[in-house]
């Protein structure tokens, strides 16, 4: 998997290669980064990047040729790469932006399974449309709030299609136990406990120190399908609909209604 991103804070992204579960990745070769500053692709003396909106109104906006030629030295880079000459098929150009499709975990599966893709991050007041109409084949959004840079959603991107890697994380911090995934049928996680057994008066829920697997299994998933129910009933149609509840899923929420 290559990771190529397009900005103007390149320094951003030690982050997710040097640190954590992406870093880790990153050392053992599981994915690569290349990074593309817009600057580099200017030709006057001060570099220029931005330009005033036409049509008037505050702020700048980010010219289409230098990040054009970001995204061409980007998939040439991507060609000159041996393994990624293999697949012949289009890189996705992924622009980040709030007026993009909702990032999803579903979304970070499908980029894991691909070998990467060319991220592009915004500053200012966005970027020249006709940039856009050349180039991004997706837009992508954190959510509905505005960021200054693309750059934390790119990173969130990253990091959240890279641990999905195989082998990027451990046995015991497998992603399929995480929320929105497959062993928990897309449902919200269950709460977590360690030592202390008792802290600040407050004790660990005796399901989960009986040592009995059986009954903690039943515990998680009831507690993964009360806190669904309440915080994220969208999560629970969208199971029911998948046919992912069991009969004793099904039970489970009617008691829970009844309460
Ligand atoms: N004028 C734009 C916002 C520009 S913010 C608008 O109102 O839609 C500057 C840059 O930050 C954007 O180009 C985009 O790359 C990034 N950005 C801001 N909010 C974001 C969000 N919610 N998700 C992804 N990227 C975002």
Known sequence: ?????????????????????????YKQQL????????????????????????????????????????????????????DQAAHDHKTSVILMSPTGKRFDQAMAQELAHGDGAILICGRYEGIDQRFIDRNVTHEVSMGDFVLSGGEIAALAIIDSAVRLLPGALNDADSALQDSFNTSLTGLLDSPHY???EVYQGQSVPAELISGHHANIAIWRRQQSLALTAARRPDLIAAAREAGLLSRADEKYLDQLKRR
């Not at 998997?1 to 103007?8: G, I, P, Q, W």
């Open 1 to 25: 998997m290559r990771f190529d991103v397009v900005s103007l804070f390149p320094d951003m992204f030690t982050v997710v290669r040097d640190l954590g579960i992406t870093g880790r990745a």
């Open 31 to 82: 994915w690569t980064l290349a990074l593309w500053n817009p600057r580099d692709f200017t030709h006057d003396v001060h570099r220029t990047v931005d330009d005033r909106p036409y049509g008037g109104g505050p702020g700048m906006v980010m010219m289409a040729e230098p990040l054009e030629h970001a995204v061409n030295a980007a998939q040439a880079g991507r060609a000159a790469d041996k």
């Open 194 to 196: 360690t030592r202390p």
